[in-house]
């Protein structure tokens, strides 16, 4: 059975007494949210306020790989290199909407995988499909595990949204953690009611 460990996202805005607050709340592992608007200047700090914190960095939120928002991969380059010096060990990725006539874009993950290895990352395609009212994206959880399994890659995996998971693909998080297996690397772990993606802390909604 894999470990656990608790860590939560931002961007380290307040320094080391922000660190040191999310350290005192149990905080022992940092996702860093923004960071396409992060340059090295900026991660190299950082990465200092974490060591000084005793944090450590786990993983980048990086940009989506949509070819219509980003029709190179240049910019997710970009953000595995601040992943890199950092430290971290994942970049998050949201999955990009089937192409059209309901293909998978399995190119553009193998690319963007092939960035991450280079970078010595795994790569965790996030689960963002939402439901057909909310068209955030079209590839569900089961979707994703059909691309990794294709791609056969192995720092290629799934981050399980919780709160996405719940909303769009309406089933219990442990089922789909479930059928994710050795495929999961790593989670964004918050609750909603089931209507929206509403980021509430974990308790304050129904996913149990």
Not at 85 to 100: C, F, M, N, Q, Y
Not at 130 to 150: A, C, K, N, Q
Request: proline share 4%.
């Amino acid at each position: 059975m894999k470990d656990f460990f608790l860590g939560c996202n931002g961007d380290l805005k307040g320094g080391v007494e922000e660190g040191l607050r999310m350290k005192r709340m149990g905080v022992d592992f940092f996702e860093l949210a923004h960071t396409p608007f992060t340059d090295v200047d900026e991660a190299l700090t950082i990465r200092d306020t974490l060591r000084k914190c005793a944090i450590t960095p786990w993983s980048v939120h990086g940009r989506y790989l949509d070819r219509e928002s980003w029709p190179t991969l240049e910019g997710f380059e970009h953000d595995a290199r601040i992943a890199n010096l950092l430290g971290a060990r994942v970049i998050v990725t949201h999955s990009p909407s089937k192409l059209e006539g309901g293909a998978f874009d399995y190119d553009r993950f193998y690319e963007a995988g092939k960035i991450a290895e280079k970078y010595e990352l795994d790569m965790a395609i996030e689960t963002c499909h939402l439901g057909t009212d909310m068209p955030y994206s079209t590839t569900s959880y089961r979707d994703l595990i059909e691309i990794v399994d294709h791609l056969n890659m192995p720092n290629v995996g799934i981050n399980i949204d919780t709160g996405h998971t719940h909303v769009g693909d309406r089933r219990d998080v442990e089922t789909v953690v479930r059928e994710v297996g050795p495929r999961l690397k790593t989670l964004h772990i918050h609750d909603n009611f089931g209507v929206r993606d509403d980021h509430q802390p974990v308790g304050l909604g129904l996913i149990n």
